[in-house]
């Protein structure tokens, strides 16, 4: 493969240098952590649909439809969504603090594991906006007679329809039918196939809790469920606890086995190849310690923020990038606050300086030392394979150290315009043969009743010479009823092509998708006075219950330490005690097999001594006499005398 000469051509223009703010995205996104059969994803403002892939990050706006036979897993926060076949489901709201779904048809299983002070957990269905008020396992039906059942095996939900409301408690099971809010009750009913398939799933969530990978991963790290089961955590002097994968290739390097895509509203957003390949390459840093590759988690109890790729990047002709290494400062390919950029970094690694963060910031990462720039770790593709959601692999360009030595290096994403396979991730040949949902699945209205922000504007060419990306404005009243978390893409000004601010107009229409409940104005302003009045005292709240939930985990880390410290402290008392019993046991069967031996020795002794009994001597029988014939006489052959008789009597 022919070398590709890199030069540095990604530097930010002093005018985008100078440009207003943008809204800071959230600080979470969605996993599409498991495909099985012909799942379909539409992207939030995409008209089209394309097949979905693994690790595929979800937010709001996007769409999943699951074929029949299919079957999908979402990870999201402290929930797990399980999809069943012939399933619309899509994403009305994702941020900080609220996780809203939409089910036009279908079945869903919901898993939460845990609600912090302001989780807002919602699904919206055609006949009522379902919320769940605890921790449990909740079960969605949406039929096509407009009818919703709702089944809570362990929890507590409350359904709504904006003018009275129902609440379900644990074993019970709810049906709802028309526009009318009348609930029939019923039992749970054994569980089907589809139950089964989701309580397996869960139990795997159950053993990472208690496993050797939550002792040392924020459980606000999408994906950490994976760690344990792929690859084995070992301490480091420098960087502490550590973990590394065990199946990887040969010339296996972070971020190189996988493809790039254009996300909203975060921008390019690596998608890893394989099962596991989430957490480790949104969250964390990597370092490569004796020859091996190891992934670095963030601070165990700070709340981790999600960021499309730990990358540092080299631009030229082709595109080339390697993984941040621990302290290295992640620089956002947009222009977000200060304390959005400090949160993504203190979070997700170890930041001793927090002044040195804004100090890269500000410079745009300019003239930093990247300890991960070689060339073992730097991968390097084309233009046309970057943009097109092509599998890197084995398509990636070599270069060599005297290549990488000539070039500059920066944190900041290159002002690469995203195309249409970007923006679906992934290419032509997959998106062949895709699965489209019915159109009265995709139009289907639901009830709502926290106001989403509305839905992820369409892509929009824009040739302005400030890189030719998309742009964010957030609709001031959506941002205040989504804790100022939401962000959209609407159609900047085509006329100057100028970044222009929109914060101050509201949305000018609803999502096509949500029919809210019929509320008034005075309803709908007390609404917001009320959130706007609570919204600090919810932040501080929130703060206190993080630092009281930190120093108990802290106090429950060290009786955890406390204890393996005192095992091992007795380890060789156990060891001596165990030994000395096997030697005792071993004693004691010697013992006794050398006193089987002796009695059987005394009984062969006395068998030997004891006297024979004496034969009594009987005549014995005469013996039958034998009817043998008489031997004839030989007859004397001798000279006899004359007066001899011949005959004798």
């Not at 929930?79 to 489901?89: C, E, M, N």
């Not at 254009?262 to 840093?285: E, K, L, N, Q």
């Not at 900047?492 to 601010?501: A, G, H, P, S």
């Amino acid at each position: 493969m022919a070398t590709l000469s890199l030069c540095f051509v990604c530097g930010l223009a002093r005018g985008q240098e100078n440009a207003p703010l943008d809204a800071d995205p959230p600080d979470r996104a969605a996993r599409l952590s498991l495909v099985q059969g012909e799942v379909s994803l539409q992207p939030a403002g995409e008209d089209e649909w394309a097949s979905a892939i693994v690790n595929r990050p979800l937010t709001t706006g996007d769409k999943l439809w699951t074929d029949q036979g299919a079957r999908a897993e979402i990870q999201v926060g402290q929930a797990s969504v399980h999809l069943d076949s012939d399933t619309g489901f899509s994403f009305l709201n994702v941020d900080d603090d609220t996780i809203q779904m939409r089910v036009t048809a279908g079945v869903i299983n919901v898993h939460v594991r845990a609600l912090d002070g302001n989780d807002q957990i919602e699904v919206d269905t055609p006949n009522l906006a379902l919320s769940l008020l605890r921790p449990g396992n909740y079960r969605v039906e949406v039929n096509e007679d407009d009818s919703t059942v709702v089944k809570v095996s362990e929890g507590e939900a409350e359904a709504s329809d904006g003018s009275q409301s129902v609440v379900v408690r644990s074993q019970q099971a709810a049906t709802f039918r028309g526009e009318q809010l009348a609930a029939q009750f019923g039992s749970l009913g054994a569980p089907d196939e589809f139950d089964s398939w989701s309580l397996e799933r869960e139990r795997r969530d159950a053993y990472t809790a208690s496993s050797q990978t939550a002792q040392y991963v924020s459980p606000d790290v999408t994906g950490y469920q994976d760690l344990d089961a792929n690859g084995t955590w070992s301490s480091d002097a420098e960087y502490g606890n550590v973990w590394t994968p065990t199946r990887v290739a040969v010339d296996w390097s972070p971020y190189r086995y996988g493809r790039w895509a254009w996300v909203s509203p975060w921008g390019w957003t690596w998608i890893d190849d394989a099962p596991w390949g989430y957490a480790p390459f949104h969250y964390g840093r990597w370092a490569h310690v004796r020859n091996r590759w190891c992934w670095v988690p963030g601070p165990r109890h700070v709340r981790a923020v999600y960021a499309p790729a730990l990358v540092g990047w080299v631009g030229g002709g082709g595109v080339a990038w390697f993984p941040l290494g621990p302290r290295e400062v992640y620089v956002p390919v947009r222009r977000y606050s200060p304390r959005y950029v400090e949160r993504v970094n203190v979070s997700n690694t170890v930041i001793v300086n927090r002044t040195h963060i804004t100090n890269v910031y500000d410079n745009r990462a300019r003239n930093v030392t990247y300890r991960n720039r070689v060339a073992g770790a730097v991968t390097a593709v084309t233009r046309n394979t970057f943009t097109s959601a092509q599998r890197i692999g084995d398509r990636r360009v070599r270069i060599n150290e005297q290549e990488i030595a000539r070039t500059n290096v920066t944190a900041v994403a290159p002002q690469i315009q995203p195309v249409r396979q970007s923006r679906l991730g992934v290419s032509e040949a997959v998106r062949r043969n895709v699965r489209v949902p019915p159109q009265t699945v995709v139009n289907r209205q639901v009830i709502v009743k926290r106001n989403p922000p509305p839905s992820a504007a369409h892509f929009v060419r824009n040739k302005a010479a400030s890189g030719n990306r998309p742009n964010t404005s957030v609709d001031a009243s959506a941002r205040a009823d989504a804790n100022r978390r939401a962000v959209q893409e609407v159609e900047r000004n085509r006329v100057n092509n100028e970044r222009t601010e929109r914060n101050d107009r509201p949305s000018p229409a609803r999502p096509s998708a949500v029919r809210p409940p019929p509320r008034t104005d005075q309803s709908q302003v007390a609404e917001i006075t009320r959130r706007a009045q609570q919204s600090q005292q919810q932040e501080d709240r929130l703060q206190q219950q993080r630092q009281q939930q930190e120093r108990l985990q802290a106090e429950l880390q060290q009786r955890q330490q406390n204890e393996r410290q005192q095992q091992e402290r007795d380890r060789p008392v156990r060891q001596q005690r165990d030994m000395e019993q096997q030697q005792r046991a071993a004693q004691q069967a010697q013992q006794a097999q050398q006193a089987q031996q002796a009695q059987q020795a005394q009984q062969r002794q006395r068998a030997a001594e004891r006297p024979q009994p004496e034969r009594q001597n009987r005549p014995e029988p005469p013996k039958p006499a034998e009817n043998k014939p008489r031997p004839m006489k030989q007859q004397d052959h001798r000279e006899r005398r004359p007066d001899q008789n011949v005959h004798q009597n």
